[in-house]
């Protein structure tokens, strides 16, 4: 069975910072990887997406992520962060091949930014 | 209009009572998910349906119900409220099928915050 984990329970950050939120996964197989990102109040909302190819994955609001067969990591990561990127983040895997579509999710990273 | 949507967005209830939350979705997808949310564990799945007439259960399944009344609709319910089932619940659904470019991606609804007191 798949697992998921997010060593970081909360993260603050600077306003303007660099930011890195670390994935790890457990499959034994090539997953599906994603990562979504729930604002305040809101439901989840697809930040980005790995299913083959280039590791290194472009997102939605300057957020990219990059997958690490050897480290089983996909990280994600985000040059420049503004105030508004403060959420809570999940990692999920998918199970590939597998006619139920099923997602495992990790425990969420709390960000929190800095003026 | 959202595609996913749920109702009521939060709720507060007593023990012992009997409470559905619902969720309706206009993607025209197949697939149907439940799952709730609890600080620092994520989403768990609670019920998922790959259509009408296929309904399996989840990780977490103890304690809850679910009906498919249509493609579009599926509903959960709690028989008898308690409070460990207070929780942020998620609906999500997704497509059927082995397109790559859908295949695993799932929509979440707002959300329904349930309070068991």
């Known amino acids: 069975a798949q697992s998921v984990t997010q060593p970081d329970i909360h993260i603050t950050v600077s306003e303007g910072a660099s930011l890195e939120l670390r994935c790890n996964y457990s499959?034994?197989?090539?997953?599906?990887l994603f990562w979504y990102v729930q604002s305040p109040g809101q439901g989840l909302q697809l930040l980005l997406k790995?299913?083959?190819?280039?590791?290194l994955v472009q997102g939605i609001k300057g957020f990219e992520a990059e997958f690490k067969r050897s480290q089983s990591s996909f990280n994600l990561r985000k040059p420049s962060v503004h105030w508004s990127d403060a959420a809570e983040y999940f990692c999920?895997?998918?199970?590939?091949?597998?006619?139920?579509?099923?997602?495992?999710f990790g425990g969420g990273t709390r960000l929190m930014v800095k003026p | 209009d959202a595609d996913v949507t749920q109702t009521p967005r939060n709720r507060i209830t007593k023990t012992g009572k009997r409470i559905m939350l619902e969720c309706s979705q206009t993607?025209?997808?197949?697939?149907m998910y439940w799952y709730r949310q609890d600080p620092g564990l994520g989403l768990r799945l609670i019920y998922y349906?790959?259509?009408?007439?296929?309904?399996n259960k989840g990780e977490i399944s103890d304690g809850y119900s679910v009906s498919r009344q249509a493609q579009a609709k599926f509903s959960l319910s709690l028989e008898s409220a308690i409070p460990n089932q207070t929780a942020l619940y998620f609906c999500?659904?997704?497509?059927?099928?082995?397109?790559?470019?859908?295949?695993?991606?799932?929509?979440f609804g707002p959300g329904t915050r349930l309070t068991v007191l």
């Open positions: 999500a659904t997704s497509a059927g099928g082995a397109r790559q470019s859908s295949y695993n991606e799932q929509f």
């Open positions: 790995y299913f083959s190819g280039d590791t």
């Open positions: 349906s790959f259509d009408v007439k296929d309904i």
């Open positions: 999920a895997v998918g199970a590939k091949y597998n006619a139920g579509n099923m997602l495992t």
């Open positions: 993607k025209g997808h197949d697939r």
């Open positions: 499959y034994g197989a090539t997953p599906y």
